[in-house]
């Protein structure tokens, strides 16, 4: 399945490099960037690279591409403890109509650990 991309999604800018972000991880499927408003240092956003707003509409070999990514990106943020949030629509807070998985750190690196 080839890229699909909406010009009035945030997440295709980001991908489009229309809009900056600080790159955590790429393959040729996904995208990891740190989140502009992190709940704790280091929390980060998984995306495919095709335009699905819910989980359901993503096909599977984008899916598939994430799974692996989550693992390394939390393995990155130097803590064990971590909560991985994948949001669908509104009623469940979901904001940013492109799928994506957050990836939060617990304790923040520089909170809490001492
Ligand atoms: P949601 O609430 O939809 O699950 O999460 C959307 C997330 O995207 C939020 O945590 C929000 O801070 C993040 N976000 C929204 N716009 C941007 C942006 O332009 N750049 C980055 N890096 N993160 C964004
Ligand atoms: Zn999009």
Do not use: R
Not at 1 to 15: M, R, Y
Not at 33 to 48: A, C, K, M, R, T
Not at 86 to 92: D, L, S, V
Request: hydrophobic fraction near 40%.
């Amino acid at each position: 399945t080839s890229a699909k991309v909406d010009e009035s999604c945030i997440f295709c800018l980001i991908l489009q490099g229309k809009i900056p972000a600080h790159k955590v991880y790429e393959t040729d499927k996904s995208l990891a960037f740190l989140d502009i408003n992190p709940v704790s240092e280091g929390h980060s956003l998984v995306i495919p690279k095709y335009h699905a707003v819910k989980i359901l509409d993503l096909p599977d070999e984008y899916l598939a591409d994430i799974g692996p990514i989550l693992k390394k990106v939390a393995k990155a943020t130097g803590t064990e403890q971590f909560n991985i949030i994948q949001n669908n629509g509104k009623m469940a807070f979901q904001h940013v109509d492109h799928v994506h998985f957050h990836v939060v750190p617990k304790p923040s690196p520089t909170e809490g650990l001492v």
